[in-house]
C-alpha cells in the first residue's frame, strides 16, 4: 500500500543526498525496536476500526501497506523506510539533522486503508476516527486539497498531474483519498504505552479507487516482475480507466443518496390512508400473500375492511410507517402464517405485547409467554386489574365474534366446565356495582384461570390450533375467535347500528355509547352458571347494571334486540381501556 506522496516523487533521483548519520541512527533503532512498535500500532488500528465500521454497519475492506488482505497487520519495513526517507530529504533539499526531524515527517510508518463500498460513507469516518484517536497533522486530501473527498476537478486536464511516461498532462487527476495521521489516544482499548507518540496513517477511499491504485502501482509505480513495460498507449488507458472510476465514484454516490433517501422516508408517516395501501398491497405481492374474501373481512362480525382497520390501528399506535409495515409483514409470513392477517401478527407481537403492558402496567408476559401472573407474586389490586383487563378483552371478543356456538366451544375445549367461574362473578368484575362489592380470593383465581386459559393458549400458543403445515381453515372457528382476541386487544370495538352517526347528525350521547360498550352476551353468562345448553329468550345484551343502592347487586337484561348488526367500529387506545380498569369501585366505563 503505497503512499501517494512516495508515487509523486519516483523520478526524483535518491542520489542526490547521501543517508546521512540522522538517517542511519533513525533506520538502527527503528530495525531493531521500533519496526515492531509500529507493526503493533498497525493492529491495534485495524482492530479499532473495524470494530467501529461493523458497529456502524459500514460495508468495507481493510487493508495495511502491501498485503492482500487486512489480516496480516504490516508496518512499513526497514528498507521501505530507508527509501521514503531519502525521498522526503531529496524534495526537502536539505538534509535531516536530527532523528525528530525524520519522526516529524515519517507519519506512514504504520498505515492501514479502509476502502468503502459506498463513496458516501466517507463522511462518517472522521467521526469514527476522532472517537479514539488524536489529530498529529492535518487530514490531507488527494489529488489537491481544493478537491476536498468528494469534489472533483474540471475533466480539461489544466488541473492533472504529468504523467510519469509520456509527460503529458492527464485528463483525470488520478489518486483520489484523504489521509488521516493521528494518534491514538490512551483511553482507547487497544492502546498501550509502546505506542506513545507514534504516528498511524489511516487513508479513506472508495474500493473502486483501491482497485485502481493497486494497479496503477503495479503497472506504473512499482512495476510486477514478469509484466511488460508500460507505454505511453497503456498509460493513456490506465488515465481513461481512472475517469471510468471518478464516473463510478459519482454514480455509487447518487445510488447511495437515493436509497437514504429512501430509507428515511421508511420512517415518515403515511399521508393518506390510499398510500398506506399502495405500499401494503406492494409489499404483499413481493411476498405472495394478498388476502381476501369474506373470511379475511370477518363475516361473522359484520362486513368491516380489515385493512382499513389496520391503517387506523397502526395510525392509533404511531406505527404507520414503511418501515412498520414491512416490518408486520415479515412478522406475518415468518411467525404466524395466518393468511396474511396482519391484525393478527401485530396483537401477537412482542412488539406491541410490551406496548400493551407498558401502556396499561401489566404484569408481563411469563418467560415461557402463557400468562401475565405466572412468574411473579401479585398483589390483590395487581390481580383485580389484570382480571379485569383480561374479561374486558374476553368481553369484547366475544361481541366480535358474535357466534353463541364458536364461543362456546373455546371456553369447553380450554378450560374444565366443572371449573368454571360464576357468571356473576364474571360480572361483578366488569362492572363493580359498588364499592362494598369485594371477590374472594378463590373467586378471582378461578376467574384469572378461566380467563388465561382461552386467552393465553390462542395469543401464544397458536400451533395447536393450525393443521401440520401452520395453516388455518378459514371457515375454523378458531381462526376468527383469534381474530376476535386480536381485535379486542387492539382496542377495537363495535358501535350498535342505533347509534352510528349519519351525515348531518351529531351522534348519539357519550352516556349510550357506554350503556352499549358494556353490553355482554347473557349466554356467555349462562354458559358459566351452567346453564350454556339452554336458550334464553332474553336478548343477548346486559345492559349497565342497576344503578341502585339497596345492595341487591341486580343486573338488568335488555329485552330488546338491535334493530340491525353493527357495522361500524372504533378504536378507542390504551388511554382509555387504562382508565377502565382503573376504576376498580366503578360501574361506568
Same mark, same amino acid.
Given at each position: 500500500m503505497a503512499s501517494h506522496e512516495e508515487e509523486a516523487v519516483e523520478n526524483i533521483e535518491l542520489t542526490d543526498y547521501s543517508d546521512g548519520y540522522a538517517i542511519a541512527q533513525f533506520l538502527d533503532k527503528y530495525e531493531k525496536s521500533e519496526h515492531l512498535? %509500529?507493526?503493533?500500532?498497525?493492529?491495534?488500528? @485495524?482492530?479499532?476500526?473495524?470494530?467501529?465500521?461493523?458497529?456502524?454497519?459500514? $460495508?468495507y475492506e481493510l487493508y495495511d501497506r502491501g498485503s492482500g488482505a487486512w489480516k496480516r497487520g504490516k508496518a512499513k519495513a526497514p528498507e521501505s523506510a530507508r527509501k521514503s526517507i531519502i525521498r522526503r530529504q531529496t524534495m526537502r533539499k536539505r538534509q535531516y539533522e536530527s532523528v525528530e526531524q525524520i519522526e516529524q515527517d515519517m507519519h506512514d510508518l504504520a498505515g492501514i486503508r479502509i476502502a468503502l463500498y459506498w463513496p458516501n460513507d466517507l463522511l462518517k469516518i472522521e467521526k469514527l476516527i476522532n472517537k479514539h484517536f488524536n489529530e498529529f497533522k492535518p487530514p490531507q486530501d488527494w489529488p489537491d486539497p481544493n478537491f476536498g473527498p468528494h469534489r472533483y476537478p474540471k475533466l480539461d486536464g489544466s488541473d492533472s498531474m504529468a504523467t510519469e511516461i509520456t509527460g503529458r498532462k492527464?485528463?483525470?487527476?488520478? !489518486?483520489?483519498?484523504?489521509?488521516y495521521r493521528v494518534q491514538m489516544r490512551r483511553d482507547c482499548n487497544e492502546y498501550e504505552a509502546a505506542m506513545e507518540g507514534k504516528v498511524v496513517e489511516i487513508q479513506v477511499m472508495s474500493l473502486l479507487m483501491h482497485t485502481w491504485s493497486n494497479m496503477h502501482y503495479e503497472l506504473i509505480y512499482k512495476p510486477v516482475e514478469g509484466l511488460p513495460l508500460v507505454d505511453g498507449d497503456d498509460e493513456l488507458l490506465l488515465d481513461v480507466s481512472n475517469g471510468i472510476i471518478m464516473a463510478g465514484e459519482q454514480v455509487?454516490?447518487?445510488?447511495?443518496?437515493?436509497?437514504?433517501?429512501?430509507?428515511?422516508?421508511?420512517?415518515? +408517516?403515511?399521508?393518506?390512508?390510499?398510500?398506506?395501501?399502495?405500499?401494503? *398491497?406492494? $409489499?404483499?405481492?413481493? =411476498?405472495?400473500?394478498? +388476502?381476501?374474501?369474506?373470511? !379475511? =373481512?370477518?363475516? /361473522?362480525?359484520?362486513?368491516? $375492511?380489515m385493512d382499513a382497520m389496520l391503517y387506523r390501528t397502526l395510525r392509533r399506535y404511531s406505527l404507520n410507517t414503511p418501515e412498520k409495515v414491512d416490518w408486520l409483514v415479515e412478522e406475518e409470513k415468518t @411467525? =404466524? *402464517?395466518?393468511?396474511?392477517?396482519?391484525?393478527?401478527?401485530?396483537?401477537?407481537?412482542? /412488539? %406491541?405485547?410490551k406496548l400493551e403492558t407498558d401502556a396499561l402496567k401489566?404484569?408481563?408476559?411469563?418467560?415461557?409467554?402463557?400468562?401475565?401472573?405466572?412468574?411473579?407474586?401479585?398483589?390483590?389490586?395487581?390481580?383485580?386489574r389484570l382480571v379485569r383487563y383480561y374479561v374486558w378483552v374476553i368481553n369484547n371478543a366475544v361481541q366480535w365474534l358474535n357466534n353463541r356456538s364458536w364461543v362456546l366451544k373455546q371456553c369447553r375445549r380450554y378450560h374444565d366446565t366443572s371449573n368454571y367461574p360464576s357468571g356473576k362473578d364474571f360480572l361483578h368484575i366488569r362492572h363493580p356495582?359498588?364499592?362494598?362489592?369485594?371477590?374472594e380470593d378463590r373467586a378471582l383465581n378461578k376467574l384469572r384461570e378461566f380467563c388465561e386459559?382461552?386467552?393465553?393458549?390462542?395469543g401464544r400458543d397458536w400451533k395447536s !390450533?393450525?393443521?401440520?403445515?401452520?395453516?388455518?381453515?378459514?371457515?375454523?372457528?378458531? /381462526?376468527?375467535?383469534?381474530?376476535?382476541?386480536?381485535?379486542?386487544?387492539?382496542?377495537? !370495538?363495535?358501535?350498535p347500528g342505533e347509534l352510528e352517526i349519519v351525515k348531518g347528525q351529531t351522534g348519539a350521547a357519550e352516556d349510550e355509547y357506554e350503556r352499549f360498550f358494556a353490553a355482554c352476551p347473557k349466554y356467555f353468562i349462562d354458559e358459566l352458571n351452567g346453564d350454556g345448553d339452554e336458550e334464553s329468550n332474553i336478548a343477548d345484551v346486559l345492559m349497565l347494571p342497576d344503578k341502585s343502592t339497596d345492595g341487591a347487586g341486580a343486573f338488568e337484561w335488555s329485552t330488546e334486540k338491535p334493530s340491525r348488526a353493527p357495522e361500524v367500529a372504533s378504536i378507542l387506545g390504551f388511554e382509555h381501556v387504562r382508565s377502565y380498569i382503573d376504576r376498580l369501585d366503578k360501574m361506568e366505563y
Open positions: 512498535k %509500529f507493526e503493533k500500532l498497525t493492529k491495534a488500528t @485495524k482492530r479499532v476500526m473495524e470494530g467501529e465500521l461493523k458497529g456502524e454497519g459500514i $460495508k492527464s485528463r483525470f487527476p488520478g !489518486y483520489f483519498a484523504r489521509h455509487l454516490r447518487h445510488i447511495q443518496t437515493s436509497f437514504d433517501k429512501r430509507q428515511a422516508l421508511g420512517h415518515l +408517516p403515511f399521508d393518506s390512508e390510499q398510500r398506506f395501501l399502495m405500499h401494503l *398491497r406492494s $409489499k404483499r405481492s413481493e =411476498n405472495e400473500t394478498n +388476502p381476501s374474501g369474506p373470511d !379475511y =373481512n370477518f363475516k /361473522y362480525g359484520g362486513h368491516y $375492511k @411467525k =404466524n *402464517r395466518l393468511g396474511g392477517h396482519l391484525l393478527i401478527a401485530l396483537a401477537r407481537s412482542d /412488539y %406491541f405485547s401489566l404484569p408481563p408476559v411469563s418467560d415461557d409467554g402463557q400468562s401475565r401472573s405466572g412468574n411473579r407474586d401479585l398483589g390483590r389490586t395487581e390481580i383485580i356495582n359498588r364499592q362494598k362489592t369485594i371477590l386459559s382461552i386467552l393465553i393458549t390462542v !390450533y393450525s393443521d401440520e403445515q401452520g395453516h388455518f381453515d378459514g371457515e375454523d372457528e378458531r /381462526y376468527h375467535w383469534m381474530l376476535s382476541l386480536s381485535l379486542a386487544r387492539l382496542t377495537w !370495538y363495535q358501535v
